[in-house]
C-alpha cells in the first residue's frame, strides 16, 4: 500500500477523542455486570478483577480505533478455589463478557472434563480432544479439574498428549476461543508447575476466595427465594449457627454445602408437613422453614466433638 | 473443463472468507454441515465419502474451517464440496451444497455414442479423470 496522501489518512482516522464511558455503555456491559452484582454475594475481589479485564479490551479496542497497534489479548484465564465458590458461575458470565466486548464471536460456554479430552487408548485422545475444540471454537471453553489432565504417577497417560494439543491452540487460535482451567488452587499450583508452558499462555489468574459465613447466610436465603421458600426469624439464626459449625467440619464445599444443607431442610419441612395433621394447609406453612427443620441436622448432633456428625455429613457430601 | 455443481455454480470459486460466511449461514439455520470428497467427477455420482461425521453440535465456522482444512491437506487434490443438511421436519434433506475444492486439472468429459437398434443414438458422458482406478485419478 502506497503512502496516503494527508487527506485520506485523516479522513481514515476516526474521531479525534473516543468516549470510553459510551463505549461501556453501548458494550451492554453494565447490564452484565449490574447482575453480576444482583446475583452473585461477595467475592468482591474477583468482580473488581473482572471490571479490569473488561476495561482493558475496552482500552484495547478504543486504541485499536486509532490504529494504535495491539496483539491479539491473551485471554486464557485460570481460575482456582475451592469447592463451591462460583467458578462455573463465572466462567459463565465471563463468556457473556467476552462476547459482548467481541472477542469472541459466540459466547457459549463448552464445560468439559478430565473425561471429555482424554481417551481410553492410544490414538482415541486427539480426535477426542480436537471434537471438543471444534465444539468450543467461537466460545469459551471452561476445563473443569483442570489439574486431572496431567497424572505424573503414570508416565504412559495420555493427558499429556491433550495438553500438548490445548497448548497448541492456545497459542495458534487465539482468536478463536478462550481457555478457562478451574481447579482447586493448590492442586493447580502443582499442575502450573509441571506444565510452565500451560502457566505462560494463561493471562489472568483469579483467585476464588472462600465465602464468609454471612455471605454464605445470604447465599442460601436466596438459593430458598428462587425456590420459592423462606426462613423464619428463628430459623435464620439456627441456619447462620449451622453454618459456623458446618464450615470446620471436613468436606465443606461453600455455596454447594448450602444447598445441600437445604435441600435436607426441605425435605424435613415436607415431612413434618405431612406429619402434622391439624386442618389444612395455608400458604405460609407452605413456604415458610421452621428452625426444627434445620435443628434436626446431624451438624447439631454430632457438633460437641465434631466427629458423629463430621462422618455423616462427609458421606452426604461424597454421595 | 471447470467442474460446476451445487448451489454457487455459476459464481468462481469461493474464497475461504467466502466458505466460512457460508458455513457460518448453515449452524444459524440449524443445520448438520458436512464435508464430503471424491475424485469420481461425473455429475450424477451422488455418494461423495463423508470426511469425519456430520457436525451439528458446533456452534462456530472455525471448527468446519478446521476441518475442511485437515481434509485439504489429505484429499487436496479431489473435489471436495460442503453441504447444509436441514434435519427439521418437513425438509429432511440437504440445503446448501457447494464445491469448495477442485483439483489442479480437471481433463473433463467424453462425450460418447452408441448405435442401437434401428438409427437410435444412445449418449453417455465419461470423465478422462475415471479411465484410472480410484485414488489415482488427479495425483
Known amino acids: 500500500m502506497a503512502a496516503p496522501p494527508m487527506a485520506t489518512a485523516l479522513k481514515a482516522v476516526p474521531p479525534e477523542a473516543v468516549d470510553l464511558k459510551a463505549d461501556f455503555e453501548a458494550s451492554g456491559l453494565p447490564e452484565i455486570f449490574d447482575q453480576l452484582d444482583r446475583e452473585m454475594v461477595g467475592l468482591a475481589p474477583i468482580k473488581g478483577r473482572l471490571r479490569e479485564i473488561a476495561a482493558l479490551l475496552l482500552v484495547d479496542r478504543a486504541r485499536q480505533r486509532f490504529g494504535l497497534a495491539v496483539g491479539a489479548p491473551t485471554l486464557h484465564m485460570s481460575f482456582t478455589g475451592n469447592p463451591g465458590t462460583g467458578k462455573t458461575t463465572l466462567a459463565l458470565k465471563m463468556a457473556a463478557i467476552l462476547h459482548r466486548l467481541g472477542y469472541v464471536r459466540r459466547g457459549h460456554l463448552v464445560t468439559v472434563t478430565r473425561d471429555d479430552l ?125 453454618i459456623a459449625l458446618r464450615r470446620d467440619q471436613p468436606h465443606f464445599a461453600n455455596g454447594r454445602s448450602i444447598r445441600n444443607a437445604l435441600d435436607r431442610a426441605r425435605l424435613r419441612q415436607a415431612s413434618r408437613l405431612f406429619q402434622r395433621n391439624d386442618g389444612p394447609l395455608s400458604v405460609d406453612d407452605l413456604t415458610v422453614i421452621e428452625a426444627e427443620d434445620i435443628l434436626a441436622s446431624r451438624v447439631f448432633a454430632g457438633s460437641p466433638d465434631g466427629q458423629a456428625g463430621s462422618q455423616v455429613v462427609g458421606r452426604e457430601a461424597a454421595s | ?56 453440535d458446533i456452534r462456530d465456522a472455525a471448527g468446519v474451517m478446521g476441518e475442511l ?69 488427479y495425483s
Open chain 1, 118 to 242: 482424554v481417551g481410553q487408548y492410544i490414538g482415541h485422545t486427539a480426535p477426542k480432544t480436537k471434537e471438543v475444540l471444534k465444539r468450543a471454537a467461537g466460545g469459551v471453553l471452561f476445563i473443569d479439574e483442570a489439574y486431572y489432565l496431567y497424572r505424573p504417577e503414570n508416565e504412559r497417560d495420555y493427558g499429556q498428549e491433550a495438553i500438548e494439543i490445548l497448548l497448541q491452540v492456545m497459542e495458534n487460535q487465539r482468536d478463536d476461543l478462550v481457555v478457562i482451567l478451574a481447579g482447586y488452587a493448590d492442586r493447580m499450583e502443582r499442575f502450573f508447575q509441571a506444565n510452565p508452558g500451560f502457566r505462560s499462555r494463561v493471562a489472568h489468574h483469579i483467585d476464588f476466595p472462600d465465602y464468609g459465613e454471612e455471605e454464605l447466610l445470604e447465599i442460601g436465603e436466596r438459593q430458598l427465594e428462587t425456590m420459592n421458600y423462606r426462613l423464619s426469624p428463628r430459623a435464620r439464626a439456627v441456619f447462620a449457627q449451622y
Open chain 2, 1 to 56: 473443463m471447470r467442474l460446476t455443481q451445487g448451489t454457487f455454480s455459476f459464481l468462481p470459486d469461493l474464497t475461504d472468507e467466502q466458505i466460512t460466511a457460508q458455513v457460518q449461514y448453515c449452524i444459524d439455520q440449524g443445520w448438520a454441515v458436512n464435508i464430503e470428497f471424491t475424485d469420481d467427477p461425473h455429475p450424477r455420482n451422488t455418494y461423495w465419502d463423508m470426511w469425519g461425521l456430520p457436525m451439528f
Open chain 2, 69 to 137: 482444512a485437515s481434509c485439504r491437506k489429505i484429499y487436496g487434490d479431489r473435489y471436495i464440496r460442503i453441504s447444509g443438511f436441514d434435519a427439521s421436519h418437513g425438509w429432511e434433506s440437504v440445503r446448501l451444497s457447494f464445491i469448495v475444492n477442485r483439483p489442479a486439472n480437471e481433463p473433463g468429459f467424453a462425450l460418447e455414442r452408441q448405435e442401437s437398434d434401428g438409427r437410435r443414438i444412445l449418449y453417455s458422458t465419461r470423465a478422462y479423470a475415471a479411465q484410472l482406478p480410484e485414488g489415482e485419478r
